[in-house]
């Protein structure tokens, strides 16, 4: 959906846009194995997503052998003991479809976007990748260039690029969520191929993944399908990691200043949340899009339109399985100093502390949070990620049937609240990121 068809969509009221979520009618079954299963029919297309998550994300990991899930997720394209190297893109683009995959804090996701008569075929790949991938040194060492490349383009020589690992390693202490995704490239180096066989081992099996499939399908048909392709496949025998480490409080705020290869500052400010699914956590949320999602929006106003002080401001709450973060920053305008920057997105987040939110900007908020849902789950991909995600982060994939109600039922103080209590400077971690000196 473009951006000027959701501009329209927020002009109308919130009753309308709760009439347009249809139920999202979904099976689920479970195989002796222990892999979750989730199937959602849609035949007003002839497509069909077919997606894998594991439950493993950076903070399984090693701290010594820091990267690994997101290694896999480039690892896993090289083939395996029936698909040739190089040959797993060919065959989904041979059939007409696409795929991709993407690794968070918490899991690793693979999918693919297929003709409906190409499912068997997404399901035969998906399950060469989880029971016979090629980990071996010609491919550990290919993708070992492919990683090293991404961070030199995506964070190394990125402006801001390297703002969440930054703040992410002050905001946590013990905690894995203080290390990047992306990992220590020396740690990648050192690592030995039976390293890398392991953590396939550990994570890449039945009983931690859940097989999410939505679109033009028949539902006995594809569960036959999901049977033949996985049910085979030996469960682990020992129980999946699972960190269990409490982050202490931030005991105080913290500040510190980063020099980085960029023209205009920067100000990053980190506060402590709840994590995803719990009640405070749908305020914060709310909260996050009050200030910064859409042109009217609190940061945007007051920074950019008004005071002129930035060129780009945002407020991001990490939605994570344990406790997260949410990130407030502002790019400073030509001639604006981090500090003053600093003090008027401060100034933003006490308004809402002090000031009741109008009626008619409350209103605003919950059709922005509607809208999200209604965009989210318009493709058959977003419908298959999202029923993964509930089910593997929360036990109930119906969420994506209830969860709006949730956050319609976050009230104005709801808001105050929670800016209260987590927007506090105690309770964050402020970067000034500046432009690194000239040298003579």
Same mark, same amino acid.
């Given at each position: 959906?473009?951006?000027?068809?959701?501009?329209?969509?927020?002009?109308?009221?919130?009753?309308?846009?709760?009439?347009?979520?249809? @139920?999202?009618?979904?099976?689920?079954?479970?195989?002796?194995?222990?892999?979750?299963?989730?199937?959602?029919?849609?035949?007003?297309?002839?497509?069909?997503?077919?997606?894998?998550?594991?439950?493993?994300?950076?903070?399984?990991?090693?701290?010594?052998?820091?990267?690994?899930?997101?290694?896999?997720?480039?690892?896993?394209?090289?083939?395996?003991?029936?698909?040739?190297?190089?040959?797993?893109?060919?065959?989904?683009?041979?059939?007409?479809?696409?795929?991709?995959?993407?690794?968070?804090?918490?899991?690793?996701?693979?999918?693919?976007?297929?003709?409906?008569?190409?499912?068997?075929?997404?399901?035969?790949?998906?399950?060469?990748?989880?029971?016979?991938? @090629?980990?071996?040194?010609?491919?550990?060492?290919?993708?070992?260039?492919?990683?090293?490349?991404?961070?030199?383009?995506?964070?190394?020589?990125?402006?801001?690029?390297?703002?969440?690992?930054?703040?992410?390693?002050?905001?946590?202490?013990?905690?894995?969520?203080?290390?990047?995704?992306?990992?220590?490239?020396?740690?990648?180096?050192?690592?030995?191929?039976?390293?890398?066989?392991?953590?396939?081992?550990?994570?890449?099996?039945?009983?931690?993944?859940?097989?999410?499939?939505?679109?033009?399908?028949?539902?006995?048909?594809?569960?036959?399908?999901?049977?033949?392709?996985?049910?085979?496949?030996?469960?682990?025998?020992?129980?999946?990691?699972?960190?269990?480490?409490?982050?202490?409080?931030?005991?105080?705020?913290?500040?510190?200043?980063?020099?980085?290869?960029?023209?205009?500052?920067?100000?990053?400010?980190?506060?402590?949340?709840?994590?995803?699914?719990?009640?405070?956590?749908?305020?914060?949320?709310?909260?996050?899009?009050?200030?910064?999602?859409?042109?009217?929006?609190?940061?945007?106003?007051?920074?950019?339109?008004?005071?002129?002080?930035?060129?780009?401001?945002?407020?991001?709450?990490?939605?994570?399985?344990?406790?997260?973060?949410?990130?407030?920053?502002?790019?400073?305008?030509?001639?604006?100093?981090?500090?003053?920057?600093?003090?008027?997105?401060?100034?933003?987040?006490?308004?809402?502390?002090?000031?009741?939110?109008?009626?008619?900007?409350?209103?605003?908020?919950?059709?922005?949070?509607?809208?999200?849902?209604?965009?989210?789950?318009?493709?058959?991909?977003?419908?298959?990620?999202?029923?993964?995600?509930?089910?593997?982060?929360?036990?109930?994939?119906?969420?994506?049937?209830?969860?709006?109600?949730?956050?319609?039922?976050?009230?104005?103080?709801?808001?105050?609240?929670?800016?209260? @209590?987590?927007?506090?400077?105690?309770?964050?971690?402020?970067?000034?990121?500046?432009?690194?000196?000239?040298?003579?």
């Amino acid at each position: 959906m473009n951006r000027f068809i959701i501009t329209i969509l927020l002009g109308f009221s919130g009753t309308f846009m709760h009439a347009q979520l249809n @139920k999202i009618e979904f099976q689920e079954f479970d195989l002796d194995n222990g892999l979750h299963v989730i199937l959602h029919q849609d035949k007003s297309i002839p497509i069909v997503a077919v997606s894998v998550m594991y439950h493993v994300g950076s903070k399984n990991e090693n701290p010594n052998r820091t990267g690994f899930a997101h290694f896999f997720e480039h690892l896993l394209f090289e083939g395996s003991e029936n698909v040739v190297r190089g040959e797993f893109d060919k065959y989904i683009s041979k059939a007409g479809g696409s795929n991709n995959a993407n690794t968070s804090w918490d899991r690793t996701y693979y999918h693919e976007i297929l003709p409906s008569n190409q499912l068997e075929l997404g399901l035969w790949l998906e399950s060469e990748r989880m029971l016979h991938a @090629k980990v071996e040194n010609v491919g550990i060492e290919t993708q070992r260039q492919v990683v090293k490349e991404e961070r030199r383009q995506r964070i190394d020589n990125q402006p801001y690029g390297t703002f969440l690992e930054e703040v992410m390693k002050r905001a946590y202490k013990v905690h894995p969520y203080r290390w990047p995704i992306i990992g220590s490239m020396a740690h990648l180096d050192a690592a030995q191929e039976a390293d890398y066989k392991n953590f396939y081992k550990d994570f890449y099996v039945p009983n931690n993944a859940i097989v999410s499939i939505a679109g033009d399908i028949d539902y006995e048909n594809a569960k036959a399908q999901v049977i033949k392709y996985f049910g085979s496949i030996p469960k682990s025998t020992k129980p999946v990691f699972r960190p269990n480490i409490v982050e202490p409080p931030l005991g105080g705020e913290v500040r510190d200043t980063f020099y980085d290869n960029i023209q205009l500052p920067g100000v990053l400010m980190a506060y402590r949340i709840p994590a995803g699914g719990t009640p405070d956590y749908y305020a914060v949320a709310m909260l996050g899009t009050l200030l910064s999602q859409g042109e009217s929006s609190r940061l945007q106003k007051a920074l950019v339109d008004e005071q002129q002080k930035a060129v780009q401001v945002g407020n991001i709450p990490l939605d994570l399985e344990n406790p997260g973060v949410s990130i407030a920053y502002a790019i400073c305008s030509m001639g604006t100093d981090a500090l003053d920057a600093e003090k008027s997105v401060t100034a933003e987040i006490d308004r809402i502390k002090t000031e009741t939110i109008s009626d008619e900007e409350f209103q605003k908020l919950r059709n922005q949070v509607e809208n999200d849902f209604v965009t989210s789950n318009a493709r058959v991909a977003g419908i298959a990620e999202s029923l993964a995600n509930y089910k593997m982060y929360y036990g109930d994939a119906n969420l994506i049937n209830t969860e709006l109600d949730r956050y319609l039922a976050v009230t104005k103080e709801d808001i105050r609240r929670a800016a209260t @209590k987590y927007y506090t400077k105690d309770n964050r971690v402020v970067m000034h990121y500046l432009p690194k000196p000239v040298k003579p």
